[in-house]
């Protein structure tokens, strides 16, 4: 319902429900709620409660959540937090995570060894989502 809101363009009502969602353990909607303090969509913005409903998000499993948050982690100085949150998001299989940390490498934030692992981790997880089904789509 949270969503439906959002998409409406009634970010308040959607605040509501999102933040009803978080109260039941629903990880997406911690990460709807990160961004809606990010932008200061129906709330004003907040950097404090925009990093404790990513990391909420992300301890939940969320892969972009964690993506996101290594993104925090970079702009705030803490390179060794940013390029673990980057290596976790990889290694659930996102993409963007794996480009950021092809960059990290670059800039020398992370070994060569740990880059490798990362893309075994990620690979790892993009094989775990195929089947003869998706394939045949």
């Known amino acids: ?32 709620l990160s961004l809606m303090y990010q932008e200061g969509l129906g709330v004003e913005k907040d950097e404090k409660k925009e990093v404790h409903h990513l990391e909420e998000a992300a301890i939940g499993g969320h892969p972009k959540a964690r993506h996101n948050l290594g993104f925090v982690e970079l702009i705030n100085g803490r390179d060794a937090r940013a390029v673990k949150h980057l290596i976790i998001a990889a290694n659930m299989g996102h993409d963007g995570s794996l480009v950021a940390l092809k960059l990290c490498y670059r800039k020398g934030l992370i070994s060569k060894e740990n880059f490798a692992a990362a893309l075994r981790g990620h690979q790892a997880a993009v094989d775990s989502t195929k089947s003869p089904q998706r394939e045949a789509a």
């Open 1 to 32: 319902m949270g969503r439906r809101r959002y998409k409406e363009g009634n970010t308040k009502s959607a605040f509501g429900y999102y933040s009803k969602a978080t109260e039941l353990g629903d990880v997406g909607a911690h990460f709807s």
